[in-house]
């Protein structure tokens, strides 16, 4: 079975860190590309990190400098390390991993609640 699960959420202070893991099992990880993405209530979902399978890193300009992706092939696990937290980064944070082949494969976990508050 295909499962992608989100961890590391929770209720922050304005200039701390937190680190999301996303656990993938019923399929190998470092075949996909794995992204975070993060929705805020009210407005759109947003592709905030991503890593390709050849390692390739990209992030929305709002988070370059604070928030580092990676993945770890062994634990079948990506991470999103966020440092310098701001309230604007409050979010539910999924985490998604896709790839192209002869079908689509598209795969979402069901989201970890970030809150960045004093």
């Known amino acids: 079975q295909v499962q992608l699960v989100e961890s590391g959420g929770g209720l922050v202070q304005p200039g701390g860190s937190l680190r999301l893991s996303c656990a993938a099992s019923g399929f190998t990880s470092s075949s996909y590309a794995m992204r975070w993405y993060r929705q805020a209530p009210g407005k759109e979902r947003e592709l905030v990190a991503a890593?390709?399978?050849?390692?390739?890193?990209s992030y929305v300009n709002s988070v370059k400098d604070r928030f580092t992706i990676s993945r770890d092939n062994a634990k079948n696990t990506v991470y999103l390390q966020m440092n310098s937290l701001r309230p604007e980064d409050t979010a539910v944070y999924l985490c998604?991993?896709?790839?192209?082949?002869?079908?689509?494969?598209?795969?979402w976990g069901q989201g970890t609640q970030v809150t960045v508050s004093s």
């Open positions: 998604n991993a896709l790839r192209h082949g002869v079908l689509l494969q598209n795969y």
């Open positions: 890593i390709t399978s050849a390692g390739s890193i």
